[in-house]
């Protein structure tokens, strides 16, 4: 080989340099574009998992809020009905008319009770084998 063949054949290393650049490149060119997808489709999930949680949470209100007016109604009705027993109790004429019934069967039992307690004693005179 001549001297003026080496002057003009390209350097090995620059060779070597240029492709190992051009090859690296568009491989951190790949790289990016790949994380920057990843990083999209991060967000684009954080939103999605966002409004299923948001939407949840207004039906939960919701069902709060219904469950609410159920317990206030109920609760409502229960007050009337204690109001009325309330009404029913402090009515006198009624409590007494039902005390001398009670007064009346008491009197029945006791005499009942004697009935009975004289039909034993006559049996305890009888004469068992």
């Known amino acids: 080989m001549s001297p003026a063949s080496y002057l003009a ?3 090995r ?7 190992t650049l051009v090859t690296i490149r568009p491989m951190w060119d790949w790289l990016i574009y790949a994380a ?6 991060a967000v684009l999930a954080a939103l999605a998992f966002l409004a299923v ?3 949840r949470a207004w039906r939960d209100l919701k069902r709060l809020r219904r469950h609410v007016a ?3 109604e109920r609760l ?3 007050l009337e009905r204690l109001t009325d027993s ?4 402090s009515d006198t004429s009624r409590l007494d008319e039902r005390l001398d019934h009670l007064r009346g069967a008491l009197a029945r039992f006791a005499v009942l ?17």
């Open 9 to 11: 054949a390209p350097p």
């Open 13 to 19: 290393v620059a060779v070597v340099n240029c492709t």
């Open 86 to 89: 309330a009404e029913r109790a």
């Open 36 to 41: 920057l997808i990843v990083a999209v489709l």
């Open 76 to 78: 409502a009705d229960r």
């Open 113 to 129: 009770r004697g009935a009975v307690d004289e039909a034993t004693s006559f049996l305890a005179l009888v004469p068992r084998k």
């Open 53 to 55: 949680r948001i939407l």
């Open 70 to 72: 159920r317990e206030l």
